[in-house]
């Protein structure tokens, strides 16, 4: 049984823009693709270009990757602004005690 290609969105419009210069028989002897997966991707890509091949609405990998660092960005970005806060008001008590202690 032969395993299936999993192809990303890029080298489907890849493909679909060797469309415009090349033969479909050329093209699908040099990726090996049948040719009606070819006019499947071509109508698909003319029903709704921005839709087209999105993996059934699954975010690719690299995509989850960066919106999980994105999250963890955020994280500690707020993290940084609690310890400037904290820090800055721990230094002006720390000058309101040194001025209570010149002031005795």
Avoid: V
Wanted: glycine share 2%.
């Amino acid at each position: 049984m032969k395993k299936r290609r999993k192809l990303d969105r890029d080298f489907k419009l890849s493909i679909l823009a060797e469309l415009q210069t090349k033969p479909i028989a050329e093209i699908c002897r040099m990726h090996n693709i049948h040719p009606s997966t070819i006019y499947k991707w071509k109508n698909q890509y003319q029903e709704n270009p921005k839709k087209a091949f999105s993996g059934n609405g699954n975010l690719y990998k690299y995509e989850a990757e960066i919106a999980k660092r994105d999250r963890i960005i955020g994280q500690l970005y707020m993290e940084n602004e609690l310890l400037k806060k904290t820090t800055k008001k721990l230094q002006e008590l720390k000058a309101e005690e040194e001025k209570m202690r010149c002031i005795k």
